[in-house]
């Protein structure tokens, strides 16, 4: 499935001015995903997965950040939720919840 939700090169350089991760160096949608909209995003400083929430509510977006943050810190590999410059694990992109997360190696098999 590819992404539900469409952006540009623009939309995602504006939008990452949130984080500290560099410059978007190149962008991709991904193959996989059934409900959310994904995407492989290069920046300067390495590899993360941007994910637009479709069907999931505003307020269950913090469980499954800290969910995955709590299982990050104990050394699990689990991707976890990037902070924006004012501390958010989580944003508001394209009018739905998104979060940006460090992209692990790997595929699904």
């Known amino acids: 499935m590819v992404a539900f ?9 504006n939008y990452l001015i949130l984080f500290e991760c560099g410059e978007l160096i190149s962008f ?4 996989r995903g059934i409900e959310n909209s994904n ?6 400083k390495g590899d993360y997965v941007l994910t637009l929430f479709e069907t999931l ?9 800290n969910l995955a943050l709590h299982l990050h810190q104990y050394g699990l590999p689990v ?11 989580y944003t508001i992109f394209r009018g739905k919840p998104a979060v ?5 190696p790997g595929e699904h098999i």
């Open 39 to 44: 995407f492989f995003l290069t920046l300067e």
């Open 100 to 104: 940006l997360v460090n992209r692990l």
């Open 28 to 31: 991709e949608e991904t193959a």
């Open 5 to 13: 939700t469409t952006v540009t090169k623009e939309q995602l350089q």
């Open 79 to 89: 991707s976890a939720p990037e902070r924006t410059l004012d501390g958010m694990n």
């Open 57 to 65: 509510d505003f307020a269950d977006v913090p469980f499954f950040n």
